[in-house]
Structures are given as structure tokens and as C-alpha cells.
């Protein structure tokens, strides 16, 4: 049995709940309501703490560090600088969410400086990933422009660059390590119809992989989110209601709904 099978996998799930970690997330104000009722339907612990007064205080007690540049400004870019210097000095894994960092020269400079404070996991949407990796790409804002399998090459690069994990995500996720890569085919239609998704994906990854290896504990967080999103699909009658039945899917589902559900494609290296 390899260490991407569905049945492992779904390990990750098990082992976050029953951690219940703690996670700092440092957000944008799109972002903050839906990303922390995620987490805690999936059973993890978030504080969104965000003030240079305290942030890198606070990635001392959390157990796991998320910082997001939706809505970032001189202001906030100190403390999150600070935050993730903290969360590294203090062995803890942080995840980058760089939402639109080809939009502005303020993003492209912030997404670069977070980049070498080592990220464990970055986590975002094909033309951000593109963009990091320094194939200046726009997107449409927040929104990709681009399709996942054209930031698969640049992903890899950046994994291996940055030496951390990235997470492409779209219809069809793609994550590795730079030496790992596996597609995950979870997912449905109606996920990027609601605002900050992706953002509160990111807190979610930053809860996996507390403890755990920063590849798998990825693949299981998208593989988890996906399903929901499928169960979520079933019932859902247009955005709204999309919403409410995905953070009950996300409770309602197990680590056997995951070793059952999950579609992992694992890449041969
Ligand atoms: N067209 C789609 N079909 C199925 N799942 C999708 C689709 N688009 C995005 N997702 C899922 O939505 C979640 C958020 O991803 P994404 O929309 O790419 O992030 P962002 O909001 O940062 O752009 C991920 O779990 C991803 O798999
Ligand atoms: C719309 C918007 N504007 C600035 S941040 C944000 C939320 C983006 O959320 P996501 O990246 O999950 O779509
Ligand atoms: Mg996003």
C-alpha cells in the first residue's frame, strides 16, 4: 500500500480531528467569517489575529500559522512577516495563500518577501501559482485565468525552489512536493460561486499539517474539501444554499467517507 492510497490518506482527516489544532490565520476581510466556520465544521480550532501588536506573539501559542494577502496593506504585511518568522524560529508549519500577487507591484513584492520566510505549504489558484513562480501572470483578481495542467511545470519548479509543498487548485487539483506530485479529482462547479473558498482551503491545509507531512496532509485537506463540495452538490439549489450544506458536509464527513470517496491520481515521479 503506498502512502497516497485513499484509505491513507483519510488518516490525515483522523488525525486533525482528533488534534483539534489551534490555528492562527492571518486573512482578508472577504474571507474571515466563512474561513473560520470551515475550520470549525472540519474540527479545527481557528483565531483570526491579525495586529502587528500581537501577531507574532500569537504564532508562538498556535499550533499551525495561515496568512492570506487578499486584502493586505503596509500595515498588515509587517505583522505577517513577523508572524511567519515567529511560526518558523518556533518549528511550526505556516501555509501562503497569495491571492492575486500578479495584480499589483504591493502583492508581487509582499508574495515574494512571505516566499522567503518558507512556507511549508502554498496553496492557490493557477494563475497565482504562476505569477509566485515568476511567470507574471494577472489572473482576473482573485479568480484564475488560467488552467491548472498550464501551472503543473511552474508548480514543481516552485516546490523545488521554495522547498516546500504547492497546491494548484481548479476543476482538478494538482499538489507535489517537487519530487511527489498527485492530481485530486474531487470537486464541484459550484465551490468557486462562493466567495473565499479557496481562502478558508488555505486554513484548512494549515490544520492538516499540524504533525503531519506537509504532501500528504495537503492532499488529504483537498481531497476532504472536494468531497464535500460533491455532497454539498447534491442538495444545493443555486450559491446560497451551496454554502450552508457544505460546512454541513464538511461535519457530517469521516475518514471512511474519505477512503471511499476520495480520487487521488498519483504521478509517477
Ligand atoms: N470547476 C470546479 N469544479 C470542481 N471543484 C472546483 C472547481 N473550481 C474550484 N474547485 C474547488 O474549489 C476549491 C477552491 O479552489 P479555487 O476556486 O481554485 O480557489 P480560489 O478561490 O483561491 O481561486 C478547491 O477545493 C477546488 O478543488
Ligand atoms: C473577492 C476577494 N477580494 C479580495 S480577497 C477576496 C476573496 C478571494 O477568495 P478566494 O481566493 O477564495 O476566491
Ligand atoms: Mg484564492
Known amino acids: ?3 497516497l492510497t485513499e484509505t491513507r490518506l483519510s488518516e490525515t482527516l483522523a488525525h486533525m480531528r482528533a488534534t483539534a489544532p489551534l490555528v492562527q490565520n492571518i486573512t482578508n476581510f472577504v474571507a474571515m467569517n466563512i474561513q473560520a466556520n470551515v475550520m470549525l465544521a472540519a474540527g479545527a480550532s481557528p483565531a483570526m489575529v491579525h495586529s502587528s501588536a500581537e501577531a507574532a506573539e500569537f504564532a508562538g501559542i498556535a499550533q499551525a500559522l495561515s496568512i492570506n494577502i487578499g486584502t493586505a496593506d503596509p500595515a498588515w504585511s509587517g505583522a505577517m512577516e513577523a508572524a511567519a518568522t515567529a511560526s518558523v524560529a518556533g518549528g511550526k508549519p505556516w501555509v501562503l ?15 515574494a518577501r512571505l516566499l522567503a520566510l518558507r512556507p511549508s505549504v502554498i496553496r492557490g ?10 511567470q507574471l501572470r494577472a489572473g482576473r483578481g ?3 485565468a488560467d488552467s491548472v495542467a498550464e501551472a503543473e511545470a511552474a508548480a514543481t519548479r516552485l516546490a523545488l525552489q521554495a522547498g516546500c509543498t504547492v497546491a494548484v487548485t481548479g476543476p482538478v487539483d494538482f499538489v507535489t512536493d517537487g519530487h511527489r506530485a498527485a492530481r485530486i479529482r474531487n470537486g464541484h462547479p459550484m465551490m468557486p460561486r462562493v466567495t473565499a473558498l479557496g481562502c478558508a482551503l488555505t486554513g484548512l491545509v494549515a490544520a492538516f499539517t499540524v504533525d503531519q507531512d506537509p504532501f500528504r496532509a495537503t492532499l488529504g485537506a483537498l481531497a476532504y474539501y472536494g468531497l464535500a463540495g460533491e455532497v454539498a452538490g447534491r442538495s444545493a439549489e443555486g450559491p446560497g444554499s451551496f454554502q450552508v450544506a457544505f460546512l454541513d458536509a464538511l461535519h457530517a ?3 471512511n467517507d474519505l477512503t471511499a470517496g476520495a480520487r487521488i491520481e498519483e504521478i509517477p515521479a
Open 1 to 3: 500500500m503506498t502512502e
Open 97 to 111: 495563500d497569495p491571492v492575486a500577487v500578479g495584480a499589483t507591484g504591493f502583492r508581487r513584492t509582499l508574495g
Open 125 to 134: 489558484n493557477a494563475s497565482e501559482v504562476l505569477a509566485l513562480a515568476g
Open 142 to 144: 482573485a479568480d484564475a
Open 253 to 255: 464527513l469521516g475518514p
